[in-house]
């Protein structure tokens, strides 16, 4: 797991990647756009390894595609969310009619490089929108660390050109880059709105709709990547494997990998001091100690451990769920 992060291959200059045209139609589904030839542009190599055995946090565009405005939503395509397979929408962009109403979607590798291949190379799709708003964000709160950066421009044509299409790729993995090398920058509140946002929200909303099975592959996806980010035992980290481990024991059945989760869970609690993050153990304890019951696994270490609370003055039965915990100290769309 990670616990730093390393040598990043990124300067300021890098960053200054801008485009020509100073439009203001850009991501405008209604515009009137130059249309582009091929529904997916690929990156012509991948990024280069890094040197000397380091492991380095890297972001890569490997490819973009350009989709309709108003995609119909397959059967389970919704379940998705903004992290969809590309497969889903090729399909997509195949089906749908000429109208001239279109966007590019950036679909954003993130892995750790190093001496062996990351286990976990995980990916989000984001838009131009979505990188605008992490540099508008970025730039109100931090103008100073932002003054070198040069974000692409909106453009009034040729938004969907192959070229284009690959200046804004380097720019975006260079913006992304920078921003992990500035600890202002990467514990900003922008910043992992960027990385969770979208999923967490789809995610929230397949909980309330007790669609457990959509929403739990959707906050492994998103843990794995804030857990190559920030350090292991991260507010947000630990929040996010606290909502993974509350999907997948909400149901009557639990999720298949819930015993791997909560045992992640409860490894990365010992030793947490942040105080706010200390409501959630007990909780935690409890659902544990629930699916320990339920798969018939020996339960006297938790029950050990929340003996020990009690003795201590610690209230340790007849509190709030995990997921009322949770939603006490973050609250998001879910019912709890």
Known sequence: MRSAIVGHR??????????????????????TVEAFEQSIWQRPSRRPLPTGGNVELCFEIPFARVLPSDPAPSSDGDAAGSSGTAATAVAVTTSSTASGKKYVIYDVNVRLDGPEPDPHPTSIERRYTHFL????????????????????KKVLMGNFSAELIGERSAAF???LDYIVTV????????????????????????????RNEFAV??????????????LDKSKCVLLLLCRLVAACTTSPIPHPESEKWAELALRRYEHVCDTDLLVLYIPLLQTCLHLWWQRGRDRSLLEE???EMGKKGIKVKGGPTLAQAIHALEPRAETT
């Open 173 to 175: 993995e260079s913006f």
């Open 217 to 230: 592959p959707l906050l492994e996806s998103t843990f794995r990547i804030l857990n190559k980010i920030f």
């Open 133 to 152: 708003r992490l540099y508008d964000g970025l730039r109100k709160q931090c103008p100073q660390l932002l003054q070198g950066v040069a974000f692409p």
């Open 10 to 31: 990124v300067s300021v200059e890098t960053l200054n990647v801008a485009t020509s045209g100073g439009g203001s139609v850009e991501d405008d589904p209604d515009s």
């Open 183 to 210: 600890p202002s920058l990467r514990e900003s509140e922008h910043f992992l709105e960027f990385l969770q946002g979208d999923e967490l929200r789809r995610a929230c909303q397949l909980l309330d709709e007790r």
């Open 305 to 307: 451990r929340l003996d």
